[in-house]
T-cell receptor, first 113, second 114 residues
Framework: GENVEQHPSTLSVQEGDSAVIKCTYSDSASNYFPWYKQELGKRPQLIIDIRSNVGEKKDQRIAVTLNKTAKHFSLHITETQPEDSAVYFCAASRGSGTYKYIFGTGTRLKVLA | NAGVMQNPRHLVRRRGQEARLRCSPMKGHSHVYWYRQLPEEGLKFMVYLQKENIIDESGMPKERFSAEFPKEGPSILRIQQVVRGDSAAYFC????????????FGPGTRLTVL
């Protein structure tokens, strides 16, 4: 069935260091991969997304890479800051039929000042 | 431009009662999705609706749960005869097109079943 695995479940980094979160999806029909940041008690908010026709996308300190062959995609945050501390979710979505998101299990990122 | 609205933000019900959760999508959006988030867990898809149609309800329990998105008015997620295991945050999201477009999330309804 459809599944998205996400690792690690928790990640602690020193302020200024980089953080990498990895996801693997199972549905080969997936072609859209968003990343959401969720602070405690708040709604998920999109931070970056990538489509299957692109291998990499960058937005300031955040980048996402996609390997369609291996069905892997990763989030990279450079120069981390304490306000980056949150739970991050990856998701995968199909390009036809149902456009539901299949979410990963989340990564709790803690940036230590 | 108001975002996705959900109400109530917090809902307390006793076991056996009914819960009605409302979602008003962003202006111009005709696609609505409901997700459930159990405490300390990820978001699980429940149902995907377009105006007056259920497109995908594969994530919604067959019993006690129903959803609608009428021609006029908000989308409604209805849970009948609630049980303690229904306690969760229920998020609604909307998009203006299905394929490959960002889903904008509402603030969620936190349901507590006593």
């Amino acid at each position: 069935g459809e599944n998205v695995e996400q690792h690690p479940s928790t990640l602690s980094v020193q302020e200024g260091d980089s953080a990498v979160i990895k996801c693997t999806y199972s549905d080969s029909a997936s072609n859209y991969f968003p990343w959401y940041k969720q602070e405690l008690g708040k709604r998920p908010q999109l931070i970056i997304d990538i489509r299957s026709n692109v291998g990499e996308k960058k937005d300031q300190r955040i980048a996402v890479t996609l390997n369609k062959t291996a069905k892997h995609f990763s989030l990279h945050i450079t120069e981390t800051q304490p306000e980056d501390s949150a739970v991050y979710f990856c998701a995968a979505s199909r390009g036809s039929g149902t456009y539901k998101y299949i979410f990963g299990t989340g990564t709790r990122l803690k940036v230590l000042a | 431009n108001a975002g996705v609205m959900q109400n109530p933000r917090h809902l307390v019900r006793r076991r056996g009662q009914e819960a009605r959760l409302r979602c008003s999508p962003m202006k111009g959006h005709s696609h609505v999705y409901w997700y459930r988030q159990l405490p300390e867990e990820g978001l699980k898809f429940m149902v995907y609706l377009q105006k007056e149609n259920i497109i995908d309800e594969s994530g919604m329990p067959k019993e006690r749960f129903s959803a609608e998105f009428p021609k006029e008015g908000p989308s409604i997620l209805r849970i009948q005869q609630v049980v303690r295991g229904d306690s969760a945050a229920y998020f609604c999201a909307s998009s203006d097109r299905g394929q490959g477009n960002e889903q904008f999330f509402g603030p969620g309804t936190r349901l507590t079943v006593l």
